[in-house]
């Protein structure tokens, strides 16, 4: 079964672009070998700077670049929440309480799609696009 991996992502959104390799590399201004080696699943995700330079690059969209960085977070050695998430958790306490009282209880896949689609139902009322 085939499963969606950082690299596989980021190389698929850089063919998407028609960016070569090399290409690629050098709007980076970074070694081929190094985007060869990320797309390759051999490095973990570069850092914070570098992702949002890539996704810049690659013009993602909100919900590529939620993915992008989700995938990030698996490529490395501890557990690790995607870059784009712990300063919004940190500076709101009630996001905090709420994701340990989910964990608590081990919220289903469920309970999550109706929080989310209520969110989602306030953003349709404000006008504003929805990232999912």
């Known amino acids: 079964m085939y499963r969606e991996t950082f690299g596989n992502y980021l190389k ?5 672009r028609e960016y070569t390799l090399r290409g690629f590399a050098g709007m ?13 699943d051999r490095k973990p995700a570069p850092t914070e700077e570098r992702m ?3 996704s810049r690059l690659l ?7 939620e993915t992008l960085y989700d995938l990030a977070a698996l490529t490395r050695n501890r557990p690790s929440v995607s870059s784009d998430l712990p300063e919004y958790i940190m500076e709101n306490e009630i996001v905090r309480v709420a994701l ?33």
């Open 12 to 16: 698929r959104k850089r063919l998407e």
């Open 28 to 40: 980076m201004e970074i070694s081929p070998v190094y985007i060869c080696d990320l797309e390759k």
């Open 52 to 54: 949002e330079q890539i």
């Open 59 to 65: 013009s993602l969209d909100k919900s590529e670049k």
């Open 100 to 132: 340990r009282t989910a964990k608590d209880v081990d919220a289903t896949d469920e309970e999550w799609r109706d929080f989310i689609e209520k969110l989602n139902r306030r953003i349709r009322k404000k006008g504003a696009p929805s990232g999912r």
